[in-house]
Structures are given as C-alpha cells and as structure tokens.
C-alpha cells in the first residue's frame, strides 16, 4: 500500500477516517532519560504522515488537535501514537509538520543522488545510512576516500541540482522486468505489494519507500562536510543538504566572529576583523 504522503510528499494535510483506536505504550528517550508514555495507538484509512522506514525518520503532526508523537509501519497500516482517544468512524483532518518533513526530503533526496555519484564515478557502493538531527551520514564500501573525490563528488551532485534534473516515483510489481535492475538494499520481511521506484532521470533509479523533492532544484545545495573511518573498512560521507546548509553557514559565521572577538581582546589587534 502506498500512504497519501508517498502518493504526494509536498501534501501538507488530508482529511481521512478514523479506522481503530486501541491502548498502547511508547517507549522514549529525553536528555538521555528512558520514559514511557501512555497513550493510543490509532489506525486511519490513509495518512499524509509518514512512518519510518528506508533510513528516514517519522513524520511530525496532528490528527484534529490531537499531536501524534509517533509514527510506525506494521505491515501495510500506518499506526499513529497520540495521547487522547479518538473515534472510530469519525474524519478527521491530518497535518504534517512541513518544515520537518521537507528537510527529510531534501536530505533523503541528497543521499540518493550522493549515492549514485559516488557509484558512477569510483564505484563505492551505498551500504547504509543515517538521516541524523543536524548532519547525515552515507556508509561507503570503500576503505578511503581522497578529498578530491569527495570534492568532485560534491561539485557534481551540484551540478545535477543547477540542471533541475526531476525526480519521478513510479509503481512496478516484483514480477516486473525492472525489479532486479534497479538499485536496492532489499525489502522488508513483510512488504508486500507493488514496489516504489525513485527516479532521479538519467542519473540513479532506486527502490525507496520514502519521501522526496520532485526535482532536484529543491535541494538547493549539497555540502560535503567530509569523511571518517567507519566499520569494518567502510568509509562514512557526512553531509548536509537544502535548509541545513543555510543554518550550517550561520552557525560558522557566527562562530567565527565569537573567536575573531577573542583574539583582537587577547591580541588588541583590529586586523582579524572579518567584517
């Protein structure tokens, strides 16, 4: 089953019925500190939030008035965990924290098109990935990686942006020719059902359940941050994309001027402004 947020990731609400409601507990952690919340697990006929799953986090939103705190997928149901019951048979008006849900796009969306460039141009294969709070990380089946190539594949994967190369999702069945060429890490134990196709036209065609940008101009840039040692001669890529990049530039900067301060105080010096 394809989820509403899946037919249209750029939808911000959806007005649906309330199918079940049941008692459930989540489990959480805050600073650190393990909680368990209790609350109700409610089932709806379609969702525009989406449930983690393909290395994305779950989406932020409400039902009604009501926050939903989580967001799973158990087989082909979406099940959302809110504090307060709702009634089965009732509509309900579904909203979607965009601003979070966008910055999942684009920096899903940037891991795809990292992936196929660094596949295209070395060969280093795509073994996991991380879409973390401030930065992601790409796991490569390679050992090293040069800073040269993580410069040419970040000037690349910009240049697809600068193009608006755009991004298609296509349905095909696990029976179709197309199955066993695209690019997968496989699919889970219980899916069941058509297979979602990412499409970045003429660069990567992959099976993804998650949602993306419709071109890659909405991207905006991609930031290679750089590389680390990671498991079992893998090499971590970390990067940021889109809004982060924006964030990621004031932060520096005003960093940069905090220690620049510093300086002239120890120094008396002016010749370190950088104003």
Partial sequence: MAFYCQTDSYATELLTEVVSCSPAQLKTENGGKKETLSGYNVILKDTVLFPEGGGQPD????????????????????????????????????????????????????????????????????????????????????????????????????QKIRQRVPVVVRVITTDDPEFNQVRSRGLPDDHAGPVRIIDIEGVDANMCCGTHVANLSDLQVIKILGTEKGKKNKTNLIFIAGERVLKYAARSYSVEKSLTGLLKLVTGDDYMDIE
């Fill in 59 to 158: 989406d932020r939103g409400s039902i009604g008035e009501v926050p939903v705190h989580r967001v799973t997928r158990q087989g082909p149901e979406a099940v959302h965990f809110v504090s307060s019951p709702l009634h089965p048979g009732s509509d309900m008006l579904v909203k979607v924290d965009w601003n979070r849900r966008f910055d999942h796009m684009q920096q899903h969306s940037g891991q795809h098109l990292i992936t196929a460039i660094a596949d295209s141009l070395y060969g280093f294969k795509t073994t996991s990935w991380e879409l973390g709070r401030q930065r992601s990380t790409i796991e490569l089946d390679t050992p090293t990686m040069t800073n040269d190539q993580a410069e040419a594949i970040e000037l690349l994967v910009n």
